[in-house]
T-cell receptor, first 115, second 113 residues
Framework: EAGVVQSPRYKIIEKKQPVAFWCNPI?????LYWYLQNLGQGPELLIR????????DSQLPKDRFSAERLKGVDSTLKIQPAELGDSAVYLC?????????????FGPGTRLTVL | GDSVTQMEGPVTLSEEAFLTINCTYT??????LFWYVQYPGEGLQLLLK?????DKGSNKGFEATYRKETTSFHLEKGSVQVSDSAVYFC????????????FGSGTRLSIRP
C-alpha cells in the first residue's frame, strides 16, 4: 500500500514569493491533516479536513496561508507571501476516520527554506 | 490546555543498553497516548499507542504503559540497536480535541556500536 505522498520534498524561495505544497493521502482515507514542524519541535496542526470540508482550521494563519481539498482526495497548502519565519517542515497526514484512537499516517514532509 | 512534556535530548547510549525516554502529559479526561518515531530523512511513523489507562503499547521491542495515576507514558526498550537511532515523539489526542494530536518536542536518540 502506498503511503502519504508529498511534493516537493524541498523548496527554497525568496521572501514575499508564493509557494505551494501538494499532498496525496493514503487511498480511502477521508481525513487529511496539514502540520507545521519547526526545527527541534514537534509538529503542530494547521488544518484538518474531513473529505472536502475543513473542520478545524483554527491554527491556520489565514492572512497568508490557504488550503484546499476540492475533491476530497489530494490537497494543496499555499503560502502567499512567504516570510522568513515560515521556514520549517510542512507535514501532511491522513487517517481513515476522525476518532481519537485512529492512527494518523504521515508523509515525508516538505522542507521550506525562505531566504 | 492539553500538553506533553518529554525528556530533552540528545540521548546517547551504547548498543544493547536499556532505554527509557520519559513522557508526562496534562489533559482532561482520558486521552489516547502515542509514541511516534522519525528516522533520518523519513516521515513520522507510529511506533505504539495506548487508548486507556493501564494499557501497554508495544512494537519492535519498545513498550510504554499508560499510567493514569502518574499521567505518564514512558518509552522503554531492553536492548537498543544502532538502527533505533532516531527522534522519538510522545503525543496525545485529548478527549475534547477531536483527533488533534498534541506532540512533545521530541527526543533525539543516538546509539553507538
Amino acid at each position: 500500500e502506498a503511503g502519504v505522498v508529498q511534493s516537493p520534498r524541498y523548496k527554497i524561495i525568496e521572501k514575499k514569493q508564493p509557494v505551494a505544497f501538494w499532498c496525496n493521502p493514503i487511498s480511502g482515507h477521508n481525513t487529511l491533516y496539514w502540520y507545521l514542524q519547526n526545527l527541534g519541535q514537534g509538529p503542530e496542526l494547521l488544518i484538518r479536513y474531513e473529505n472536502e470540508e475543513a473542520v478545524d482550521d483554527s491554527q491556520l494563519p489565514k492572512d497568508r496561508f490557504s488550503a484546499e481539498r476540492l475533491k476530497g482526495v489530494d490537497s494543496t497548502l499555499k503560502i502567499q507571501p512567504a516570510e522568513l519565519g515560515d521556514s520549517a517542515v510542512y507535514l501532511c497526514a491522513s487517517s481513515d476516520g476522525g476518532a481519537s484512537t485512529d492512527t494518523q499516517y504521515f508523509g515525508p514532509g516538505t522542507r521550506l527554506t525562505v531566504l | 490546555g492539553d500538553s506533553v512534556t518529554q525528556m530533552e535530548g540528545p540521548v546517547t547510549l551504547s548498543e544493547e543498553a536499556f532505554l527509557t525516554i520519559n513522557c508526562t502529559y496534562t489533559a482532561t479526561g482520558y486521552p489516547s497516548l502515542f509514541w511516534y518515531v522519525q528516522y533520518p530523512g523519513e516521515g513520522l511513523q507510529l511506533l505504539l499507542k495506548a487508548t486507556k489507562a493501564d494499557d501497554k503499547g508495544s512494537n519492535k521491542g519498545f513498550e510504554a504503559t499508560y499510567r493514569k495515576e502518574t499521567t505518564s507514558f514512558h518509552l522503554e526498550k531492553g536492548s537498543v540497536q544502532v538502527s533505533d537511532s532516531a527522534v522519538y515523539f510522545c503525543a496525545l489526542i485529548g478527549y475534547s480535541s477531536a483527533s488533534k494530536i498534541i506532540f512533545g518536542s521530541g527526543t533525539r536518540l543516538s546509539i553507538r556500536p
